[in-house]
């Protein structure tokens, strides 16, 4: 083994035109960070309904289902800039790779 090569450093692999060059990293997953932002914004919701000042207009029940749809579009809403934070950083961290084919390629 030459001096200049790491032990832990694989062999490099032979160029050719079909290899690709790609980013991997762990992409976290939009609809459960939508999810749980609507879920939030829900709870929020019914604490603010049950917990506060009773309406003589209104009931509890009508409240906290007025409340429930504002709250979870403002969690959603929040849950989606999140989402963006951590796909960013997650991308920051992404390692190259080189994708290559497996098998003959298929023809139509």
Do not use: C
Not at 9 to 38: L, M
Not at 66 to 91: E, N, P
């Amino acid at each position: 083994m030459e001096s200049s090569q790491h032990p832990n450093t694989p062999a490099p692999v032979q160029k050719d035109p079909r290899n690709v060059e790609v980013s991997v990293y762990a992409a976290p997953k939009f609809w459960p960070f939508v999810g749980i932002g609507a879920l939030v914004g829900v709870v929020i919701a019914f604490i603010s309904a049950y917990t506060g000042q009773e309406s003589a207009d209104f009931t509890r029940s009508a409240v906290a289902g007025f409340l429930s749809v504002g709250f979870a579009f403002i969690g959603v809403l929040l849950a989606g800039v999140v989402f963006l934070v951590v796909d960013r950083i997650t991308r920051k961290k992404a390692r190259r790779a080189l994708a290559v084919p497996m098998g003959e390629p298929e023809h139509r």
